[in-house]
């Protein structure tokens, strides 16, 4: 016997954890930037340091933006004429909506 499971969660609560991990690499990014920066001042002589290098922000996309692209591709694959996304009779299913990372 195979157990079939089928997760799922609605496109706002996937929208919102691509939101979040987005946003958690950008600060990873910059920390090391930061880092990368004060370890090459700290090599050159202070008086010809200068100032640090500013990265400007990179433009993210909203959550609601991510929603909508998210609600597209998952209409696109249930419509697909070749192999579209079906939820198996034999499945369990899992709304995962609510549930935090943790209770995933």
Do not use: C
């Given at each position: 016997?195979v157990?079939?499971?089928?997760?799922?969660?609605?496109?706002?609560?996937?929208a919102?954890?691509?939101?979040?991990?987005?946003?958690?690499?950008?600060?990873?990014?910059?920390?090391?930037?930061?880092?990368?920066?004060?370890?090459?001042?700290t090599?050159?002589?202070?008086?010809?340091?200068?100032?640090?290098?500013?990265?400007?922000?990179?433009?993210?996309?909203?959550?609601?933006?991510?929603?909508?692209?998210?609600?597209?591709?998952?209409?696109?694959?249930?419509?697909?004429?070749h192999s579209?996304?079906r939820?198996a009779?034999d499945?369990?299913?899992?709304?995962?909506?609510?549930?935090?990372?943790?209770?995933?």
């Amino acid at each position: 016997m195979v157990l079939k499971i089928y997760l799922d969660a609605s496109a706002m609560a996937r929208a919102i954890r691509r939101w979040d991990e987005m946003n958690n690499q950008l600060k990873e990014s910059k920390q090391q930037q930061l880092q990368q920066s004060a370890a090459e001042a700290t090599a050159k002589d202070a008086d010809n340091a200068g100032p640090l290098p500013q990265q400007q922000d990179e433009a993210y996309p909203s959550v609601e933006e991510i929603a909508r692209e998210l609600e597209a591709r998952d209409y696109a694959d249930i419509n697909r004429e070749h192999s579209p996304l079906r939820i198996a009779s034999d499945a369990v299913v899992i709304d995962n909506t609510n549930l935090t990372f943790e209770q995933q």
